[in-house]
């Protein structure tokens, strides 16, 4: 059965709470990676002796199981576990799972392994089925790990990792896809960190490609090599050491070996560089082109890649904005370089993107191939296109795909992407500068008040004018909305508050939206035709790589819908629930719509013992299903007792709503309540019988050797009444929501019992047309919906804004301003202030 990637990822970061507080995340990670790794490969390779891993007899991860709870564990599975793996596969060191000073002594330590050991021993985490094409979900589990490991670790500690969606940008604009050459290609990181770059080139490459990876440090470079083979990359070769003063990689005869792509994310501004390298003799040629600062190392490393690349090779690397625009040393090797025609594109980026770093980024594209002949260099100002999340910055799947679209056909846009000369960067007012903006002005235009709209009144032409995009779509409702008041200026024809409702019932504005949504539901249509015949072991990348392309194609020249923001629902909810669906039809066919995977009951287990997935056990509060939730059952087959439970949770709210009024009203001073400790139905029952006892000839009411004055006696009964009223009220409304919690419990064990009858019932073409018709396709729907509705408003709220801005002249102004001075000076004659 396929595991999803929701469940794998809660198992994973359990581990790390078992570990969290004893050390550092950047420490931890190594233990629960390397865990990962060894319930892996003993998962898809154990006992088979062609595999391309080996895993030693004695030595896999149910050896590992067998050792929870033994005295001696972390020194067993560092000598009896690791070790031999180790040897087996030549890896680099593995973390020291008997290191007391990490995982604590004695007992603690014993605790802590077996807990971890646990976590992993799962009968869901089965990773021998994770083949389905195109999906790797223990590749994408490392990822998510490896990006929560560098927001904890924090500024100082993050640079293990490149953001994998910065790494997705990298790979896509080296243009490997398109290389159609015979020979076998190589890729290279020349610090690989823990190797998602060269990854996600592997990803782009669509065919067998040798992958080649240096990090200095070694216990990073161990990451690197277990993420190579958790992604199915086990001949990769990673080394560990220094890139710059001791490069790994050579041909024959002593240089630098080329290769036909580089990727790479140097440390920013690294001020040891020089360190061990003999920058006067550089018996690689790597500083011909100039000798970067001593105490800052950009260039040193791209100096490095463009010595690796073949006469045809490509590269992409990531470096700290400066290195355009910083002069003295820099300068002339940005200038030798650009000369030589080795800089194809400059692509900036977000500010703190990065784990290590907050500063702004940017994209150095190389290409060698041509490079005399280059004329001009394509820019790309990608700056303004992230979201917040948490105290870092993200490229959304709209930002990364707008930036890869518009460099692949070198589309120039307004604001954000240019083809610059050479001869405009080399004349003597920009002097070999790159810096972005003197060559993309991304300045948003700025909303001018009007000084006469303000004297006279009136809304100015140009703003009205600045909406065309709308008026072309809908010509008819700006004469709908505007009249002219004078020459250049127009009033609102409608009351601001009508507005939204004028341009929403417009008659073009309907019949625009209903085109829109026509002409969407017949792409849906022939897409669920598509997804209809979807099979075991179909091919997820190139069928979601399809879906995509045509949603763009469908909304390229939509004037009130973005493409991209259309593209970003679409990915957002592949990446929360379609991808686990694809994956699941692709290794279980559409069967895995009517397994459910967990059931949460209420209280203990049966006396045999069986859990809910045997047998059928009153009082269960909960039924997780796979592609089809218990939800969407109920939804579309159990619509009556959904309804009956909605009037019964209706009738409960409402209920317990009034009994906070009474409550709120009584327990003041004089209150019913005020002497109650406590107010609930049991109190106020004791308090309604006190109430009810009679009354003496006297007047006086006696209870519990209380005496309480009750007054007149014919107005004492009526206050009585009235006390008595609200008691039975409160009661009344407690009974209520008693009731109407016992029905929904009620309702609640039919509506499961029926869910849990259901499920095996289902048959192919039901659970297809719950998955399509009922789940995948009203979420596109409402994508769709939301963009309209969000370009609406924003028509909506700019008319507003400028009928508010310029609703009052400057004469009106005055007036209401000398009748307000008018007032006041009454108002202090009168209190004697002013004679």
């Not at 599975?77 to 007391?100: C, G, R, W």
């Not at 560098?150 to 500024?155: L, V």
């Not at 690197?224 to 990673?238: D, K, P």
């Not at 003295?328 to 025609?341: C, S, Y």
């Amino acid at each position: 059965m396929a595991i999803k990637k929701s469940e794998l990822y809660s198992s994973l970061w359990a581990s790390c709470d078992e570990l969290r507080g004893g050390m550092d995340a950047s420490q931890y990670k190594d233990y629960v990676l390397t865990l990962l790794f060894v319930k892996y490969i003993s998962d898809k390779y154990k006992g088979n002796p062609y595999a391309a891993i080996t895993v030693p007899e004695g030595a896999s991860f149910d050896d590992m199981v067998n050792l929870i709870g033994n005295s001696e564990i972390g020194d067993k599975v560092n000598k009896q576990i690791l070790n031999p793996i180790k040897e087996a596969n030549k890896l680099n060191e593995f973390p020291d799972f008997n290191d007391e000073s990490k995982l604590g002594k004695g007992k603690d330590l014993v605790d802590t392994v077996s807990n971890l050991v646990r976590i992993f021993n799962d009968p869901s985490l089965d990773f021998s089925g994770n083949s389905a094409e195109g999906d790797d979900i223990l590749g994408d589990a490392y990822e998510y790990l490896m990006r929560h490991f560098a927001t904890e670790s924090g500024k100082s500690k993050g640079q293990f990792y490149t953001p994998a969606e910065v790494s997705r940008v990298l790979a896509k604009v080296i243009g490997i896809n398109q290389n159609n050459s015979s020979h076998q290609t190589t890729a290279y990181d020349p610090t690989c960190g823990s190797g998602s770059l060269l990854l996600k080139v592997m990803n782009e490459a669509g065919k067998n490609i040798d992958l080649y990876g240096q990090e200095k440090e070694t216990t990073t470079a161990n990451l690197a090599h277990m993420n190579m083979i958790l992604h199915g990359a086990e001949t990769a070769t990673i080394i560990a050491d220094n890139t710059l003063s001791r490069p790994f990689y050579k041909e024959d005869n002593g240089s630098l070996k080329k290769f036909d792509y580089v990727v790479a994310n140097p440390p920013f501004s690294l001020k040891s560089w020089s360190n061990g390298v003999h920058i006067d003799n550089d018996e690689f040629g790597r500083f011909e082109l100039g000798v970067p600062p001593e105490k800052n190392g950009d260039y040193a490393f791209l100096l490095h890649i463009l010595q690796s690349l073949k006469s045809t090779g490509k590269a992409a690397v990531v470096l700290p904005h400066g290195v355009l625009f910083r002069g003295n040393a820099e300068g002339e090797i940005r200038k030798n370089i650009l000369k030589k025609g080795y800089i194809k594109a400059i692509i900036g980026l977000p500010a703190n993107l990065f784990y290590g770093t907050g500063i702004p980024a940017c994209i150095i594209v190389l290409d060698k191939e041509n490079a005399a002949h280059r004329k001009g260099i394509f820019m790309v100002d990608a700056s303004k296109g992230f979201v917040k999340d948490g105290n870092k910055n993200r490229l959304r799947e709209q930002d990364i795909r707008k930036m890869t679209d518009v460099f692949d056909a070198f589309t120039e846009v307004p604001k954000y992407s240019r083809m610059v000369s050479i001869t405009e960067i080399a004349d003597s007012k920009n002097d070999y500068n790159l810096n972005i903006p003197r060559y993309i002005d991304t300045q948003e235009t700025e909303d001018v008040q009007d000084l006469a709209g303000h004297l006279s009144g009136g809304i100015p032409q140009k703003d009205v004018d600045s909406l065309q995009a709308y008026w072309d779509l809908f010509p008819s409702l700006k004469a709908e909305l505007f009249t002219a008041s004078r020459d250049g200026y127009f009033e609102l024809k409608v009351p601001a508050e009508q507005v939204k409702t004028t341009i929403f019932n417009h008659p073009e504005f309907v019949r625009f939206n209903e085109a829109m949504h026509h002409e969407f539901d017949a792409w849906l249509a022939e897409h669920q035709k598509k997804w209809n015949v979807l099979d075991r072991g179909f091919a997820l990348k190139e069928s979601i790589d399809h879906i995509t392309q045509s949603l763009l194609s469908h909304f390229e020249n939509n004037a009130l819908v973005s493409k991209y923001a259309m593209y970003q629902h679409l990915m957002a909810y592949w990446n929360e629930t379609l991808q686990d669906d694809f994956y699941s039809i692709a290794l279980d066919g559409w069967k895995a719509g009517n397994e459910y995977t967990r059931l949460v009951i209420k209280g203990k287990k049966g006396k045999d013992g069986k859990t809910a997935a045997d047998k059928e056990i009153a009082g269960l509060t909960g039924i997780e299903g796979r592609m089809i939730t218990p939800q969407l059952l109920i939804d579309v087959y159990f619509t009556d007792l959904k309804n009956e439970m909605s009037e019964a949770e209706q009738t409960a709210e409402q209920a317990a709503a009034r009994m906070s009024e009474i409550e709120e009203e009584q327990s003041g001073e004089e209150g019913l309540f005020a002497e109650l400790e406590k107010v609930n139905a049991t109190e106020v029952t004791k308090l309604l019988k006190q109430q009810k006892k009679p009354v003496t000839s006297s007047g006086v009411e006696r209870s519990s050797g209380v005496e309480r004055s009750s007054g007149v006696k014919s107005l004492n009964g009526l206050e009585r009444l009235s006390e008595v009223e609200v008691l039975e009220e409160y009661l009344a409304q407690a009974e209520a929501v008693k009731e109407a919690n016992g029905q929904i419990k009620t309702l609640n064990t039919a509506l499961e019992k029926k869910v849990l009858a259901k499920y095996p019932t289902l048959t192919e073409a039901d659970i297809k047309t719950l998955v399509i018709q009922h789940k995948w396709t009203p979420v596109l729907q409402q994508a769709l919906n939301s963009e309209q509705e969000k370009q609406s408003q924003n028509l909506t709220q700019r008319i507003k804004e400028l009928a508010d801005r310029y609703a009052t002249s400057l004469p009106e102004l005055t007036i209401r301003l000398s009748d307000a001075e008018t007032k006041v000076k009454l108002h202090l004659e009168k209190m004697g202030l002013l004679w």
